[in-house]
């Protein structure tokens, strides 16, 4: 029986704590937080029946990893599965664009060759398995080429740019592009309860196989210890055997600050953009179709990127008859959302609401909550696979997987579950 630490209770942490625990080893989960879930966690107001997540969240039907998991913990009766609808900004519209007929009809393309360009390429990308040499490439190169100008600028540009911000919009690779739009369904997936009522229930089962979570303590620091792994917490060492870290990188290189100096220099190389997303109650539906995901272009003057009406996808009766919207955005750490209120930042937003719904009065706010994170959604380069740093760490015994080793795919629970597995299947491999 080997003595595991995993630092960070979010699905990654979690995931790993089950397939060590099952091949019998000693692991406790340290968690800064309160409860588990990580990113994916969510809030709940005392006359809520159901959690919304912090960041707005729901699962692909296409993310295997979770949905493997569900069935092996045996809650696959609480996941709930809807088909609700994303739209796309055109000339002061919104189109429906989650299915193949609502692309036809998509105004924004025209009805000649632009269409059947985009319409090759997505059948391209859906059917190829050959990613590889596309990570060579960056999706504006590789774009422009192949849907052609007007396609890439309309339809890919204005996401890219929403994404990944003016600076790196330009050099994120086509492989990562490949991968979004090589798997993901238009059927989404919650919880009955929101993320956060499976986090709770993942982390019981768990408690129940035996694995110890200490929530509220951060591990300080990690250092080498004659072959095992030593912790700092709250000034205590304490020494494992194995040590499986799910923070970000440049966490990693600050409490690990004697890993080898190649190891160090690959994590702090590593590029991120940070979120900051504003919950916010509504007295009445704002989306008068009912629309669940709006994508909005920045250069048509909105000031965030994705407008999320989520009880248009799960019924309001569970918030207490609230209607929930998100207002996302990806952003540069550093950048002024970080550092506003939560009333300046209404203020800045609230005017979309009314482009949305012409009747929408600043007095349908109820409720108002910001949440923000540094560490929110990692940048590919060119040729990213290289840069990737190892989830075996030159320290012996720890191990690290995090956002940014998830490749190509776009970062997201069904893939902190598959890297957080693959690093447990290493560690007991040793
Ligand atoms: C805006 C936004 C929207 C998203 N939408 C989706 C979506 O729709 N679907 C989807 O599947 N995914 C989505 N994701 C991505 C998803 O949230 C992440 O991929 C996933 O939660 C990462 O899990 P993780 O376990 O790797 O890391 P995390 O969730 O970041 O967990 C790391 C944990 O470590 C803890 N920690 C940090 N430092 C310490 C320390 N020193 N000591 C102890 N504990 C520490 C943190 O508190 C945290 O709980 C979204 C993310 C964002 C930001």
Known sequence: MKKIAIIGAGFGGLSAALDLIKAGNDVTIFEGLDHPGGLASGFKQADWEWSVEKFYHHWFTSDRS????????????????RTPKTVMYYKGKFFPFDSIPAAILYPGLGWGINKIRFGLVGVYLRLTNNWKPMEATTVDAWMR???????????????????????????????????RMHART??????????????????????EKGVKIVYNTKVDTIAAKDG??????????????????TVSPAQLAGMAPGLRADYLKELLNLQNLGAVVMVVSLKHQLSREGYYWYNLPKKEGYPFLALVEHTNFMDKVHYNNEHIIYCGDYLENGHEYFNLSEEELLQRFMPSFKRINPD?????????WVFKANYA???????????????????????FASMSQVYPWDRGTNFAVEIARRAAKLMLAR
């Open 186 to 207: 238009t059927s989404l997936a919650t919880y009955e309860g929101g993320f956060q009522a499976f986090a709770d229930d993942f982390a019981r089962i768990l408690q």
């Open 145 to 179: 080429k192949w849907a052609g100008k007007k396609v890439y600028e309309e339809m890919w540009e204005p996401m890219l740019i929403g994404k990944f911000g003016e600076r790196f919009s330009h050099q994120v690779n086509m492989a990562w592009m490949w991968a």
């Open 66 to 81: 979770m949905f493997d998991l569900f069935d092996e913990l045996g809650l696959c009766s609480k996941v709930i599965i």
């Open 377 to 399: 959604q990692p940048v590919p380069f060119l040729n990213h696979s290289k840069n990737i740093p190892a989830i075996e760490t030159p320290i012996p015994g720890l191990y």
């Open 228 to 245: 095992q792994v030593q912790l700092t917490i709250a000034g205590k060492t304490e020494i494992y055997d194995q040590v499986l870290v």
């Open 360 to 368: 929408f009065e600043p007095d349908w706010v109820n409720h108002t």
